[in-house]
């Protein structure tokens, strides 16, 4: 016979505080503090029940789904839209909402209830100090690596928004990267999203993960360089384009990139040239306006055009009838035209032309690169 699970309970100061704090107002919200507590009560009151319901039963089957009552969610969901705000997110962690998430995570059989306080404590680690708070505490990363596991879409997706907004500060990113290290799951848990997911937000926060990951992490880049992971990479990918999704795509372009100038990853891309050119050419036909793209994205086609350049001349194929060759000139008249035209401003103006940055500079140099070794080929 198993023990009974352990309900969720309230720390000590959590119960103290709770008497003294009445009415008293977050911040300058509208939000009392004594509302946020009858929230986290009722979240852990929730749990309880669920335990409650199980006494004596056996063990639940992982496909079993308990329903989260309507006006619990509705309240916890007023609490994740509020947990946004610094003086809510402070208060939460202040009165260690962090341990009470945590335990109820753990019995929990309820995945909207895992959801939202996982997504609460996303939106808590969107400020800095909070990132590191948060992700010291090694029971959150090992529960972050755990439910990557899972199959529930929107849980995962809190997941993966959490992780990557704590990779995305400079200070909590070393500790996401040791807890993926040390887990035997995480790789595999984002794989089997790449492959199976048709869920388009899932699939582009997953690429941000891996993006702000391999570009950190040389060791880790080169545990991804195998045959399932890059088919994985394009099979998100191509759905992704075939949705219209384009601007989801600038993490896949990016990784990749870096994945090709860190490892010999090539080999495994090469096999898949001529996805990957029907890639940039849907990326391509898919940005608004003239042939060059908006400023933001700049970065990114400099990633691509690179990348398949290089694959272009690692194949030494043959090309004829070449639209990607045209496409690529057109948008480097384009930069061309733009360059012209902010020197010839900035002249008039006797200003330095500060918009000619290192992002132009990567893409002048890519397309030159490309049109150079596609014009070889069709000469060739």
């Not at 505490?137 to 928004?161: C, F, H, I, K, N």
């Not at 990267?177 to 492959?195: P, R, Y």
């Not at 926060?205 to 891996?210: G, P």
Request: charged share 25%; proline share 4%.
């Amino acid at each position: 016979m198993c023990e009974p699970e352990r309900n969720p309970s309230p720390p000590p100061e959590f119960v103290e505080a709770k008497k003294s704090f009445d009415a008293v107002r977050i911040g300058d919200t509208v939000f009392s503090q004594r509302w946020v507590f009858q929230c986290l009560l009722k979240a852990i009151k929730a749990a309880e029940n669920e335990n409650a319901s199980r006494e004596g039963e056996e063990l639940p089957s992982e496909e079993e789904v308990v329903e989260l009552d309507r006006e619990i969610e509705e309240e916890l969901c007023t609490l994740w839209d509020m947990a946004a705000n610094s003086d809510v997110a402070h208060f939460l962690h202040e009165f260690k909402a962090l341990e009470i998430f945590l335990q109820i995570v753990a019995t929990s059989k309820s995945p909207r209830l895992v959801e939202i306080l996982i997504g609460i404590l996303g939106n808590m680690a969107v400020f800095p100090d909070l990132s590191l708070a948060l992700s010291q505490e090694e029971s959150l990363l090992q529960m972050a690596m755990q439910l990557l596991g899972g199959t529930d879409t929107p849980t995962l997706l809190q997941v993966l928004r959490l992780c990557h907004t704590c990779l995305s500060n400079e200070e909590s990113l070393p500790l996401w990267l040791q807890a993926i290290h040390t887990s035997d799951s995480c790789l595999s848990g984002i794989t089997f999203i790449l492959e199976n997911s048709i869920n388009e937000e899932l699939l582009k926060v997953t690429l941000q993960v891996l993006d702000c990951v391999l570009d950190e992490d040389t060791e880790l880049c080169a545990l991804c360089v195998n045959e399932n992971f890059v088919e994985a990479l394009f099979t998100a990918a191509c759905y992704l384009s075939s949705r219209g999704k384009y601007d989801s795509l600038d993490a896949f372009w990016h990784l990749l990139h870096v994945m090709d100038f860190e490892t010999d990853a090539k080999k495994f891309i090469l096999p898949r040239n001529e996805k990957l050119e029907s890639l940039l050419v849907d990326w391509l036909q898919g940005q608004e306006g003239s042939p060059l793209p908006a400023r933001d994205h700049w970065r990114t086609l400099g990633s691509a055009v690179t990348l398949v350049s290089s694959v272009r001349q690692a194949t030494g194929s043959q090309v004829k009838d070449d639209g990607l060759y045209g496409m690529l000139k057109e948008t480097f008249s384009a930069l061309q035209e733009w360059l012209e035209e902010t020197q010839s401003s900035s002249l008039s103006k006797l200003q330095r032309p500060e918009s000619i940055d290192e992002t132009f500079h990567l893409l002048h140099s890519a397309l030159e690169q490309a049109l150079s070794v596609s014009a070889k080929e069709c000469t060739g």
